[in-house]
């Protein structure tokens, strides 16, 4: 495992990407998944530079968090049971899998007695996979609206996972469909609600996905072997 490397790689592929898309590297977010990767290299990537990182299961993220602690931003961006949120209340800044009216409640409920907003994403099951957890394209907008009742829910952006395909260049229908989702939410002009950030692509195809309007990647294989 060359992380310096793989770094190095993964961000002149990030800078190329975004100038593809009128936009700088500076403006894209690389969120560094370390999902069975052992803390000493997590460490090493973050000496060489990583400033987010991300994990999808609560107990593996709260044992790194124990570890690493607050040195980087911490993003939780696996399935989230309501019966787990009070474990990573106070460690996480963001949550991209928010896919439910009662995760959110629950995520109020435990953020507020914390008194600190949770930065969330609603994470949107694009290709209609079953296999993919998320809200489908349009049961977003009428959740949004009912969040508004909520204060310490702050909705920032959506994330998606895309299906993996040999062929990143596959991808790319849905990395449109959650842009062009974004930009509807947008035009809802709903107060409490930020379109922020779009969270799609991975190591496949991350390129893609920032070509069609991505600015927080989740990159973990391709930083990390
Ligand atoms: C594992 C994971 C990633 C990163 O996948 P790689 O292909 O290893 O880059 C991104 N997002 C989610 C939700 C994941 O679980």
């Avoid at 100038?19 to 894209?28: A, L, V």
């Avoid at 997590?42 to 987010?52: K, P, Y």
């Avoid at 930009?183 to 922020?196: A, G, P, T, W």
């Amino acid at each position: 495992m060359n992380i310096a490397s793989n770094l190095k790689e993964t961000l002149e592929l990030i800078e190329s990407s975004a100038q593809k898309n009128n936009r700088t590297k500076e403006e894209i977010i690389l969120v560094a998944v370390t999902k069975t990767v052992p803390p000493e290299k997590i460490q090493e990537a973050i000496d060489l530079g990583v400033t987010h990182l991300a994990e999808n299961k609560v107990q593996e993220l709260t044992k790194k968090h124990e570890i690493i602690g607050d040195q980087v931003t911490w993003h939780m961006i696996g399935h989230l049971q309501r019966n787990k949120v009070k474990y990573i209340i106070d460690k996480v800044d963001y949550i991209h899998s928010l896919d439910s009216y009662e995760l959110a409640l629950e995520i109020e409920k435990r953020a507020k007695k914390i008194e600190r907003p949770m930065k969330c994403l609603l994470e949107v099951n694009i290709s209609g996979e079953e296999s993919k957890y998320g809200l489908e394209p349009l049961e977003a907008i009428p959740l949004l609206e009912k969040l508004a009742e909520l204060h310490y829910v702050k909705v920032v952006g959506l994330m998606t996972m895309a299906p993996f395909l040999d062929d990143p260049e596959e991808t790319r229908q849905y990395f449109k469909g959650l842009k062009a989702l974004s930009e509807e939410i947008k035009n809802q002009n709903l107060s409490h609600v930020r379109m922020d950030y779009l969270s799609m692509g991975m190591s496949n195809d991350f390129h893609v996905a920032i070509e069609e309007g991505a600015n927080m990647v989740r990159v973990g294989s391709k930083l990390f072997t």
